[in-house]
């Protein structure tokens, strides 16, 4: 069984910083060896934003986003973590925590590959 739970969400102004947390609960560490962040809009597709394997180099991250963001990992706390700085108004959304036992691979991938998600956590940048 693997759980995620998001937190880190908040309001802040366009320019400045937030770092999103997923806390990850899970029975064997091997379980997961994808994980990624996504955002949604209400009334958009959900898009995904980074990606991370915990047993394998590796990372992914949609050009919208180079350059501000970084993934990564703290495998003591079992956290995963999204660092996202120099935040526009364009990146507000609902952003969620997913995993799956599969790689990774070149890309984000389908959203459908991945076997679990988090609660999601709300990020809102004002102008």
């Known amino acids: 069984q693997v759980q995620l739970m998001e937190s880190g969400g908040g309001s802040v102004q366009a320019g400045g910083s937030l770092r999103l947390s997923c806390a990850v609960s899970?029975?064997?560490?091997?379980?997961?060896?994808?994980m990624g962040w996504f955002r949604q809009v209400p009334g958009k597709e959900r898009e995904g934003v980074a990606t991370?394997?915990?047993?394998?180099?590796?990372?992914w991250y949609v050009d919208s986003v180079k350059g501000r963001f970084t993934i990564s990992q703290d495998s003591a706390k079992n956290t995963l973590y999204l660092q996202m700085n120099s935040l526009k108004p364009e990146d507000t959304a609902m952003y969620s925590c997913?995993?799956?036992?599969?790689?990774?691979?070149?890309?984000?991938?389908?959203?459908?590959?991945?076997?679990?998600w988090g609660q999601g956590t709300q990020v809102t940048v004002s102008s």
């Open positions: 997913a995993a799956k036992r599969a790689y990774c691979g070149g890309s984000v991938g389908a959203e459908s590959t991945y076997n679990y």
């Open positions: 899970l029975d064997s560490v091997d379980a997961v060896r994808c």
């Open positions: 991370f394997q915990p047993f394998a180099r590796g990372t």
